[in-house]
């Protein structure tokens, strides 16, 4: 049994010993990806397989994947998840998730082939533990060397940390900016980038990034941090989609904010 406050110790420990790794995030949009159903993320409403209904998203979460046309991303996305390397961490939602549910936890477990000892829970640095992201592990950053993948709306410069190279994406970042992944390795490899933070706020695309990475060079750290840091970029999409971080910045009392996530034991 995995445990949601001592998996977080596993990565503030690695962060504080500058021990480089890579944690990425498999959550409710990656899981419906690699269930092949459609995923539409609009402006005023969501799809999600035949589920329909109404919501607000801003354009930095914004995203649409279609299976008959986007299947290169599905397969691509597979590959991320099924990879196993030291240190290569992924995150996953349990059925403490009321949007997945220990259907679709056990769905991505057999899909892995059982569980491993890589296999973390996806909501790691959110809900019960994003008070200890902000306090614990965001001033850390402030001692390291930063590049970050994020949104072309976000203003970096009101960050507690420096940045030291930013890579803008867009809107369905993990198809429209696909080669994103390309150019951040590229740029790894050319500039001989070493001990550095790689963070990621690109949905899918974040994925791609990690793993392209990470597989063949274990020098930098990577974190998948989703919208952890949205509230400070001065982006609104939050404040509609984000219980989480409703609880912590506008003390909205949402439940997010104090859910604990389970590992169930699989039958």
């Known amino acids: 049994m995995k445990n949601f406050k001592k998996a977080f110790d596993t990565l503030m420990l690695k962060i504080s010993n500058k021990e480089n790794f890579a944690f ?23 799809v ?37 390397q030291h240190n290569y961490f992924k995150g996953i939602c349990t059925g403490t998730d009321p949007h997945v ?24 640095l959110i809900n ?12 850390v950053f402030k001692d ?4 970050y993948v994020v949104n ?3 203003d970096v410069s009101r960050l507690p940390f ?16 696909y080669d994103t992944a390309k150019d951040v390795k590229e740029y790894i490899e050319k500039n001989s980038i070493k001990d550095h933070i790689v963070l990621c706020s690109a949905a899918s695309l974040s994925n791609y990034v990690i793993y392209e990475c990470f597989k063949d060079n274990q020098n930098n750290t990577f974190l998948d941090i989703g919208s952890c840091l949205n509230p400070l970029m001065d982006l609104e999409g939050w404040k509609y989609t984000r219980g989480y971080l409703t609880h912590y910045w506008l003390n909205s009392n949402s439940p997010f ?10 039958d």
Not at 67 to 84: A, G, I, Q, T, V
Not at 112 to 121: E, M, Q, V, Y
Not at 144 to 147: D, K, L, T, V
């Open 128 to 139: 019960a533990n994003y008070k200890r992201f902000v306090e614990e592990m965001v001033p």
């Open 152 to 154: 072309e709306n976000a």
């Open 24 to 46: 990425t995030r498999f959550s409710d949009g990656e899981l419906f990806i690699l269930q092949n159903k459609t995923v539409i993320l609009a402006e005023d409403h969501y």
């Open 48 to 84: 999600t397989g035949d589920i329909k209904g109404a919501n607000i998203y801003t354009k930095e979460e914004q995203k649409e994947f279609l299976p008959n046309r986007d299947s290169f991303y599905r397969e691509k996305l597979l590959e991320c998840y099924l990879h196993n």
């Open 162 to 177: 420096d940045v030291k190279k930013v890579f803008n994406i867009g809107s369905n970042c993990m198809i429209n900016n």
């Open 257 to 266: 904010g104090t859910q604990v996530d389970v590992w169930q034991n699989i």
């Open 101 to 124: 549910g220990t259907e679709n936890f056990n769905y991505m477990i057999q899909l892995h082939g059982g569980d491993h000892s890589n296999l973390t829970f996806s909501n790691l």
């Open 144 to 147: 390291r060397e930063i590049i």
